[in-house]
């Protein structure tokens, strides 16, 4: 009878490393960047722009402010539900178009909602992804929890029934009305002929409202009393001729 022969102690730990690592494989063990499941809503902040990865998939990436976020009920397998959630800087999100997420026309500027797996990059840079359905068009299906990327509505302006806000009163410095007049005035010392002056006041038929101080200023520019009488008239409405007198 033939004894065997000993192995030798390297080739144990090496079988029993391979054994391992297979086990590991098996139980679907993740060296992952730490992540977590979220749900939120954000700002588009960069241009999306259409991407192909070596992998032959199409991908939609972008970056956006979360300006809210909360851990999801359902995760996926090692997630971190302590895992801080950057809400004030920018977020990359990386939404594969070849896995069932759809295609959306986004715009910087606009805001989305979006449900997936965020991820703590320790170089820098967060990213989400997942942002689609977990139904098996990439993958077994349910192998990461179902996400969504969707653009929201610009809020409506709120429109209040009118005369709802009362008018305020004005408590700053009244500006000075500019009466018709000093245009007069103005067009006479620029040397306007009184005739000039007649033919503008009968075309522009403005209500002047002279008082005594203004015809006072307006002879002493040179104004004709003339034009000054074509002033006192304009724009005001002819009466109408009396009737008979009825027996």
């Known amino acids: 009878m033939l004894r065997s022969r000993p192995r030798p102690l390297a080739l144990l730990v090496l079988a029993a490393g391979v054994s391992l690592s297979a086990a590991a494989v098996a139980a679907g063990a993740?060296?992952?960047?730490?992540h977590v499941e979220i749900v939120g809503e954000g700002t588009v902040v960069d241009a999306p722009r259409e991407t192909k990865h070596k992998n032959g998939r199409r991908f939609l990436e972008f970056e956006i402010v979360l300006s809210s976020a909360h851990v999801a009920d359902e995760q996926?397998?090692?997630a971190d539900r302590n895992l801080k959630i950057d809400t004030t800087?920018?977020?990359?999100?990386?939404?594969?178009?070849?896995?069932?997420?759809?295609?959306?026309?986004?715009?910087?500027?606009d805001r989305v909602a979006i449900a997936g797996e965020y991820v703590?990059?320790?170089k820098g840079g967060d990213?989400?992804?997942?942002?689609?359905?977990a139904d098996g068009s990439c993958g077994p299906?349910?192998?990461?929890?179902?996400?969504?990327?969707?653009?929201?509505?610009?809020?409506?302006?709120?429109?209040?029934?009118?005369?709802?806000?009362?008018?305020?009163p004005y408590v700053g410095t009244p500006r000075p009305v500019e009466k018709p007049y000093r245009a007069i005035v103005a067009a006479k010392e620029a040397g306007a002929t009184n005739?000039?002056?007649?033919?503008?006041?009968?075309?522009?038929?403005?209500v002047y409202s002279l008082s005594t101080p203004e015809i006072q200023q307006l002879r002493a520019a040179g104004v004709s009393e003339k034009v000054v009488e074509a002033m006192l008239?304009?724009?005001r409405t002819p009466a109408a001729p009396a009737g008979p007198t009825p027996r």
């Open 30 to 34: 993740s060296r992952k960047s730490p």
């Open 76 to 78: 996926p397998a090692g």
């Open 89 to 109: 800087g920018r977020v990359k999100v990386v939404h594969d178009l070849s896995c069932g997420g759809a295609a959306l026309p986004l715009a910087q500027g």
């Open 120 to 122: 703590h990059v320790p």
């Open 127 to 133: 990213l989400i992804h997942f942002t689609h359905p």
């Open 141 to 168: 299906g349910g192998a990461h929890p179902a996400g969504y990327l969707r653009k929201l509505a610009a809020p409506a302006a709120a429109a209040g029934p009118r005369g709802a806000i009362p008018d305020q």
């Open 195 to 206: 005739d000039e002056l007649l033919a503008r006041v009968g075309r522009e038929k403005v």
């Open 233 to 235: 008239r304009s724009g």
